[in-house]
Structures are given as C-alpha cells and as structure tokens.
C-alpha cells in the first residue's frame, strides 16, 4: 500500500503539474473520510503520510474548547478544557488531544473516496497556480482562443489549463464570437469566488484601447508618443488623445500609420469601432475644439468655475457636433474633464449677449456705475464682484479707459458691495422664472434669492449637496429642485437629437 501511494502521488503530480505535497494531502483527506465511514461515528480524523516511504498512520482527535464556548456539540470530536486538565492532560485551548487508531488500507474504496478529493484539490492548486502566473499581468492584454460560451460570457482558453472570462458586459456589443477564434483583452482582474480565484477580462475598458494602441505604435514604449486620455463607446466610437514629446514629430500621423495600416488593425480588433486620434493640448480651449472633431468650433464660452464650455457650431453642422444620441459630444467632454454645452452659433451669442447683459445691470447696479463703464468691464472678461475687488491692481491698469483713481474706486465699491451681500445673506431678488417655477412658492423662492440662486438657471447649475448647505432644505427636495429646473434643458437636448435624426434621415 505504502508502494502505491507514492506511485499514484508521483504519477498525479506529475500529469497535472502541481506540487506532489497537494496530492499527499488529498489522499490524506479522502483517507480520513474513509475512516470516519468504517467507524461509523461523527468522529475527527487526522491521517498522516510520511512523504519519503508512503507509510501512514490514523488518529481520532479531539479539539479542546473553553468551558464557556457557546461552539460546544459533540463530545465525539470536542472536549472541554477543565476535562482535559482532570484527566491529566496539559495542552491549551484550541489544541488537539489525539489517540492513534486502526488505519484502514489504501485499497480500491479508499481510492474510491479519495478520487473526488484529488481531483477537487488538483483544480485548486492548478487554479492557484495559474493565478500565480498570471496575477503580475493584470491591466495587461492577453491572447487566448474561444473554448465556449455561456450564460456568464466568454471563456478564453490560455493555455497550459489556465482559462479567463469575459462577461457579456465586457464584451463588445454585436460581436459575433464563435467557438476557435483567437481573442486579445485586457486583464481586468483576478476575481475570488466560490470555484476558486477566476481571471477576468475587459474588450469595452478604456485601457484595452490604450494597450492596444501601445501594440501597434512603438513610439509610444519608446517614450516619443504619450496617450494623456481616452474615451470609448464600445464597437461604435472612441477617442483617443495623444502627445508627442518630441518636437517635429506628428502624433497623429505616427498612431494612423501608413495608409491607416496602423489604426485599422487597432479597429478590425475593436470589431470596426471607428476610432479617432486626437492632438492633445495644454491649452484647454485648443484641446477641446480638437476634440469636438469632425465638427467645425465657431465658437466657445469658458466658465472655468464650474468647469464647463459653452461650443458654438453653424446651424447645419449641429446634428454632426451633437453626434447620433449625443455621442459625439459625450465622448468628448469624457475625454476633456468638462462639461460641454453645444449650440448653434446663434444660440452661442444670444447666449452670450444675456449673460454680458446681466453682468452689465449687475455692475451698474452694485457698483454705482454708468453702463459705459460696466460694458468696459464685462468686455475686458469680468463677470463677477469678488473679480472687480480682488483682481490684481496691474491687471485692472492694462485697461485702457481706466486710471489708477478708477480702478482704486472700483475695487473700493466692489467690496463694500459683497460686504453688503453678505450681511444681508445674498440680497438678491427672485426672477419671475424662479417664482413661477412648479413646485415653487414665494418664500422659498426668496431664500434661494438670498443665497444668490435668482433664476431657474442658476438652480438647475446646482448640486444636491450645495442646496441642501441652505437650512430647510433636504435631500429630497433638493432634488426636485434641480430637476424641474433642468427640465428646459432636457427638452432642448431632445428637440435638437430630433433635428439631428431629422437631418440624418433627409
């Protein structure tokens, strides 16, 4: 018996490729149990090979628990301390009393028993063994075949009995996968579950593009091409930004490749994701008209506070800046950090004639000032009091129309006006838009005045958490709020993808 065990522990080992100390465990286990089941007691057994000569022996054992541990059961396999110690015997809480017993012979119902539990334990330790290789490559592409699929996705096989899954929403929408066909992803991550660790795989994550567009353009490992971003709408659309930190050298022309060579083995991957290279740029402004491509940029607004771009485009390029669904122009801003806002460029200046003109009645009122010199200040790029009072004195002095005297005046009156706001807790009035708004009432209306929130605008630009800093307020109510406030612009966004589909149709 010795003999055959060291000659079925050598041949599993060897078969499988684990380490001959797991079968030696398992057959350990599967004697135990073939144990127990000739004793016919709900015993502990503990069954020791010596890993040189194949000799074994059994124990019945019993564990050692606190008098006052509530996991007392059976006194089959448990003792307790204070018996342990009447009895003579000195070991410590947790600890095993063991008594050697009858071994049983590793014959054919002890092989029986022990197969299942070889096998269980052999795809444990392959498993772990795959992880092992594979847990250094996470974020990384790999390359396995289609061995099937299911309900959960796609199973890679990679090879050396190491499998990978990609689950349906990892996998690209409409790609037809047959069983055989060779597949790249992105290691996504190593994921633990009841079967044991599984490997996961990404074809939609951003970094599968960025992995892939390393693979094809050797400028980048070189360090002469950077990727600074990415955005994809997986098996349609993505963008890509890139730099180049060599001069001279065109980061465009390098990523397409000769004739598109490059960028169309990136796509025909991608199942035909269409797939544009952008220039990224420092200056934001550049970087987001480069983005917005294949639509032209009229012009644009800055708000840099809240981080969000006013695009004007020409009437007729609109459906194509927008993007069928609006894809274009979410993809863009996911690739910029902003929020971008497009519109006709008729829309863009009387956009931006409102807001010169509400600046300008808001400096002439708060500053005592003609509207000449409150149309100087909203044409020179000042939009608010705390710019007035606290931009640099030699910034104001670049001016042409203005003196030392006026700007000292001007600063001077800026202040004492966000003073007098302060005080008074905002102290503006509420529009007739606000007043009017659904679910509005005239005092709510005037506590979000006093907080500088007048129209249905300024509440539709707020967040959950800056409205609920106003006592009396609430989540939910908060949220109601903004979202009737945003109504108009939900109607305005679909009135202009109905233009579009209009468009797209004729």
Not at 124 to 146: H, M, P, S, W, Y
Not at 176 to 183: F, P, S
Not at 311 to 330: D, M, S, T
């Amino acid at each position: 018996m010795s003999k055959e065990i060291l000659y079925v522990v050598d041949a599993m080992s060897n078969e499988k490729n684990v380490d001959p100390s797991v079968i030696f465990e398992a057959i350990e286990i599967a004697l135990a149990t073939a144990t127990r089941k000739r004793y016919g007691m709900e015993m502990d057994v503990r069954v020791s090979i010596n890993r040189e000569t194949g000799d074994y022996s059994s124990f019945r054992r019993w564990e050692i628990l606190d008098d006052e541990d509530p996991e007392f059961e059976s006194p089959e396999n448990q003792i307790l301390h204070s018996y342990a110690q009447a009895k003579g015997i000195d070991l410590e809480v947790g600890e095993f009393i063991e008594e050697p017993i009858e071994s049983i012979e590793f014959g054919r119902i002890a092989a029986q028993t022990a197969k299942q539990v070889i096998v269980q334990k052999v795809r444990q330790a392959e498993r772990e063994r795959v992880v092992e290789n594979f847990k250094d490559r996470v974020g990384q592409l790999i390359l396995g075949t289609v061995k099937r699929t299911d309900r959960r996705g796609v199973v890679l096989d990679l090879g050396e009995n190491a499998e990978a899954l990609i689950p349906r929403d990892q996998m690209i929408p409409r790609e037809n996968v047959r069983v055989g066909d060779r597949m790249r992803g992105l290691l996504k991550e190593i994921r633990e579950d009841a079967r044991g660790p599984q490997m996961i795989v990404s074809r939609t994550a951003n970094e599968f593009l960025i992995e892939l567009i390393k693979l094809e353009v050797p400028e980048i490992s070189q360090e002469m091409i950077e990727i600074r971003g990415c955005a994809r709408d997986p098996g349609s659309r993505s963008k890509i930004a890139v730099h180049a930190l060599f001069p001279n050298l065109d980061p465009i022309g390098a990523c397409v490749g000769m004739r598109g060579s490059r960028i169309q083995t990136v796509t025909n991957e991608l199942n035909n994701e269409r797939v544009d290279i952008i220039t990224w740029d420092e200056d934001v402004a550049r970087f987001i008209i480069q983005a917005m491509q294949p639509a032209e940029v009229l012009s644009i607004v800055v708000d840099e506070d809240k981080k969000s771009m006013d695009i004007g485009v020409a009437e007729e390029k609109l459906p194509q800046a927008i993007g069928k669904g609006g894809q274009n122009v979410r993809l863009a801003s996911e690739l910029t950090g902003w929020t971008l806002n497009v519109m006709s460029e008729n829309e863009a200046e009387e956009k931006s004639a409102k807001e010169s003109q509400h600046s300008i009645t808001l400096f002439s009122e708060q500053l005592d000032v003609d509207a000449e010199v409150a149309s100087i200040l909203v044409e020179e790029g000042f939009t608010s009091l705390d710019e007035v009072a606290y931009v640099p004195v030699e910034e104001f002095l670049k001016i042409e129309d203005f003196d030392e005297e006026i700007v000292t005046e001007l600063r001077s009156r800026a202040r004492n006006a966000l003073l007098t706001l302060a005080i008074s807790g905002g102290g503006g009035k509420p529009a007739q838009d606000l007043l009017e708004m659904k679910g509005m009432n005239t005092a709510l209306a005037n506590m979000l005045a006093s907080h500088t929130i007048c129209t249905m605008e300024d509440l539709a630009e707020q967040s959950v958490d800056e409205l609920t800093e106003i006592e009396g307020i609430d989540d939910d109510l908060a949220a109601k709020l903004i979202m009737t406030a945003r109504e108009p612009w939900f109607a305005e966004d679909t009135k202009k993808q109905e233009n579009a589909d209009t468009s797209s149709n004729a």
